[in-house]
């Protein structure tokens, strides 16, 4: 049995990438996540905002 998964996981790893990367697009791309993709963008700069000059 495990050499069967092994054997299966070896022959479609790349399928199973490529899925996860439409999935990854399917989410970032869905209607309403501009906000929230937004949101995310500017952590660093809030982070620069914030800081009162000192390193």
């Known amino acids: 049995m495990p050499e069967a998964l092994l054997v299966f996981a070896l022959k479609y790893w790349l399928v199973a990438a490529v899925l996860l990367f439409f999935g ?25 905002e914030n800081r009162d000059g000192r390193a």
């Open 24 to 48: 990854i697009l399917a989410q970032v791309f869905r209607p309403g996540s501009r906000a929230q993709m937004d949101r995310h963008a500017r952590i660093p700069f809030a982070f620069e």
